[in-house]
């Protein structure tokens, strides 16, 4: 018989060759597959970056030492020195050694406590006399040490060495004579001259300085807020009445 082509051998070619192609492509997928996983795993794995280093811990700053509690303030004994250091303010109405001028009256001599009772009072508001809006302000601020210090000076200035010697006139004067006289004024300036409310006290001032304001308010002259109730009362005094009351008051 005669040999004839086959043409199943023609389809078994063809079929051949689109298994050698796919076969292609499943190689050089599974390649490019393999290269991906090859350099997923050495250039794009998780890259380890090194550990933070620790935070450096901060030093405590130990808590500042509580200051050591002041030790409470003893009472201060009264100082004159101090005092007198404190009266320069005062000096200007009151004069430098507490003589008085004027409506400002005479400080030296007084006693501690009367002078310290009376500025407390100035301090506290409360109405000493007629120089009470002046002094108030000025004793505001005073601590009771101030107070206890400015007695304690003006107290020391009263010795008979700080006060200048009375005149002939007035060292004339009789006491007894002039405690009669004084009937008539203790019931504004107190029985025994200790002073009360607006009336000032005049005990213990020095005889010249009571004889001057006696003659000043007989002359008419304002002395000070009291003048018009002081004018009446000295216009009759006779310079033996104003010696006399002024040596009273002075003994005092």
Known sequence: MAQHDVKVDSMA???????????????GYMAKSLMNTIERGSTKGQVMTA?????TPVAEVPAAAAPAAAPAAAAAASDAA??????????????????GSGVFPKLAGLS??????KLKKYRAGEQVGPMTSMMAPNAANLSDADIANLAAHSASVGGAAATPAAPAAAAAGDVAAGKAKYATCAACHGANGEGQGMFPKVAGQSAA?????????RAGETVGPNSAMMAPNAAALSDGDIADLSAYLASL
Request: one cysteine or more.
């Open 82 to 99: 101090a005092g007198q250091a404190k009266y320069a303010t005062c000096a200007a109405c009151h004069g430098a050694n507490g003589e």
């Open 112 to 117: 501690a406590s009367d002078v310290e009772g």
């Open 51 to 55: 550990p933070a280093a620790p935070a």
């Open 13 to 27: 070619k063809v079929v051949t060759a689109l298994g050698v192609v796919l076969l292609l492509i499943v190689v």
């Open 209 to 217: 300085d009571l004889a001057a304001k006696l003659k000043k308010y």
